[in-house]
T-cell receptor, first 113, second 111 residues
Framework: DGGITQSPKYLFRKEGQNVTLSCEQN?????MYWYRQDPGQGLRLIYY???????QKGDIAEGYSVSREKKESFPLTVTSAQKNPTAFYLC????????????FGPGTRLTVL | AQSVTQLGSHVSVSEGALVLLRCNYS??????LFWYVQYPNQGLQLLLK??????LVKGINGFEAEFKKSETSFHLTKPSAHMSDAAEYFC?????????FGKGTRLHILP
């Protein structure tokens, strides 16, 4: 089955530690996206990548970093510089140029203690 | 810049009653508009999308939305609510090469 996987489902980290969230897709999509979801805030775009080895900042990139070394993978690192990292993180992918049709992963809930 | 506003962060309807979730958009050019649904602790699933082909858009699970330019609205409706419709719903629009989401409306279904 084609789709997007995010792991783990739940993640706990101590304050001050960096943590990397995994996102893998086998849809052969060029474009991938990372969103952050907080209650009552909707989804806010962190980073996105239209092609391998290239990515752009979204609306709330501060305190986050990404890499896009492979078409299938777009890991997100939440650094210690992110002031309020506890949130639900969603990864999505789409055909390049067709950002109107994004497919979402199941999400990772990060809790920083 | 294109954006969407969802009216009401929580909406409650009785099972079998009409569902109406409101979304207004602001755009200087004809927008693409979307409705997504999110069940608890899951990702988002596309319900339907408007791309200017037809003003009444039918989606999955019996939902539909009507694009009204005069009202700058794209409200989501379903004639008869089912318990399984309880979820959070997001209106969204395109901006440049991104999608911009509204803040969401949580739909509660009363037995």
């Amino acid at each position: 089955d084609g789709g997007i996987t995010q792991s783990p489902k739940y993640l706990f980290r101590k304050e001050g530690q960096n943590v990397t969230l995994s996102c893998e897709q086998n849809l052969n999509h060029d474009a991938m996206y990372w969103y952050r979801q907080d209650p009552g805030q909707g989804l806010r775009l962190i980073y996105y990548s239209q092609i391998v080895n290239d990515f752009q900042k979204g609306d709330i990139a501060e305190g986050y970093s990404v890499s896009r070394e492979k078409k299938e993978s777009f890991p997100l690192t939440v650094t210690s510089a992110q002031k309020n990292p506890t949130a639900f993180y969603l990864c999505a992918s789409s055909i390049r140029g067709r950002q109107d049709t994004q497919y979402f992963g199941p999400g990772t809930r990060l809790t920083v203690l | 810049a294109q954006s969407v506003t969802q009216l009401g962060s929580h909406v409650s309807v009785s099972e079998g009653a009409l569902v109406l979730l409101r979304c207004n958009y602001s755009s200087s050019v004809p927008p693409y508009l979307f409705w997504y649904v999110q069940y608890p602790n899951q990702g988002l699933q596309l319900l339907l999308k408007y791309t200017s082909a037809a003003t009444l858009v039918k989606g999955i699970n019996g939902f539909e939305a009507e694009f009204k330019k005069s009202e700058t609205s794209f409200h989501l409706t379903k004639p008869s609510a089912h318990m399984s419709d309880a979820a959070e719903y997001f209106c969204a629009t395109n901006r440049d090469d991104k999608i911009i989401f509204g803040k969401g409306t949580r739909l509660h279904i009363l037995p």
